[in-house]
Structure formats: C-alpha cells, structure tokens
C-alpha cells in the first residue's frame, strides 16, 4: 500500500458504498492509533455488501471490540480524551449528524465500560 500525501486517499479510487469519514489532521489532537481503529470500524460497518463480506466484517469488528474492551483504565482515560477531542473536531468540521453520532456513541455501541 502506497502512502498518500497528508492522509488523503485517492477518492477516485475508493468504491461506491465504502464508508469512510474525513481524514482526521494531526492538529485535532487524537491518537493516530484510535483514528487508525476509528477509520477501520467505520469501514467496516458502514460499508455495502458489494464493498465488505458481511460476515468477514462483523467477525473483525468483534476482535476489534473485544480488544478495545480490554483497555486498562489509563488507556480507557485516554481513549474518553480522544473521543472529546474528535467531537470538537467533527463539530468545528461540520460533520453529518450521522458522523457525530458515531462518536458520541462509541462507548456503549462497542461494549467499553464507561464508569
């Protein structure tokens, strides 16, 4: 895979159906590791069957889940950090509601604790 300038994927190239969110810039503060998870959970959620195996999709984004709800409560700090920071971002950005949504409810849709 080719790295792209700034983050930006060559949209030409990206399928009808694929989900995807704006790219996210360094300056918004949130780990590139939770953008990384972020950007792979959209994908695979919110993509078409013609883009995504279902099946292949809902197996990953259980690992996924199940990984992000092993994280220590330093992390999961962190993580809650980031979450804000992205919504601050999306707002300021004028993201869909949609999009926002999926941030303010990221906790509970992938079963993290939130206490």
């Known amino acids: ?9 060559d949209r030409e190239e990206v399928p009808e ?5 704006p790219v996210i810039p360094e300056s918004a503060g949130v780990h590139p590791l939770f953008l990384a998870v972020f950007h792979a959970l959209v994908f695979l959620e919110g993509s ?9 999709a809902d197996e990953t984004v259980q690992y996924l889940a199940t990984y992000l709800q092993r ?6 700090g962190n993580l809650r950090e980031d979450l804000k920071r992205l919504t ?9 509601a949609d999009q926002q949504k999926l941030i303010q409810d990221f906790l509970q849709h992938y079963g993290i604790r939130e206490h």
């Open 88 to 96: 601050e971002h999306a707002r300021r950005q004028k993201w869909s």
């Open 17 to 21: 159906g694929a989900a995807v969110v």
């Open 71 to 76: 994280l220590s409560d330093d992390d999961l």
């Open 1 to 9: 895979m080719a790295k792209q300038s700034d983050g930006e994927a």
């Open 48 to 56: 078409s069957e013609e883009v995504v195996d279902p099946a292949a």
